[in-house]
């Protein structure tokens, strides 16, 4: 199992950005596939979630879309309107079970 994503960076305030999951070793299809987020000083919280439906935490939902491509075998995470408190390691989970490596995201002016 092997999970690696991409697409971070710096944003301004109000941007947007879209993280990817390349997976490898199964099929995204068949699991609860995950985004989470771990700002310094905080705790990694959990801001996504894609089986049958979707979920997001409160204070991403209606900004951050959760997706897959079966074909592609990879996981997305679009992320418009972007703030200064989404600032943090973005990581993708294979149902809190395996993680990839993180990527940085940062909202600053």
């Known amino acids: 199992v092997q999970l690696v994503e991409s697409g971070g960076g710096l944003v301004q305030p109000g941007g947007s950005l879209r993280l990817s999951c390349a997976a490898s070793g199964f099929t995204v299809r068949s699991y609860a596939m995950r985004w989470y987020r771990q700002a310094p000083g905080k705790e990694r919280e959990l801001v996504a979630a894609?089986?049958?439906?979707?979920n997001y935490a409160g204070s991403v939902k209606g900004r951050f879309t959760i997706s897959r491509d079966n074909a592609k075998n990879t996981v997305y995470l679009q992320m418009n309107s972007l703030k200064s408190e989404d600032t943090a390691v973005y990581y993708c989970?294979?149902?809190?079970?395996?993680w990839g490596q993180g990527t940085q995201v940062t909202v600053s002016s």
């Open positions: 989970s294979r149902s809190g079970q395996y």
């Open positions: 894609i089986s049958d439906g979707t």
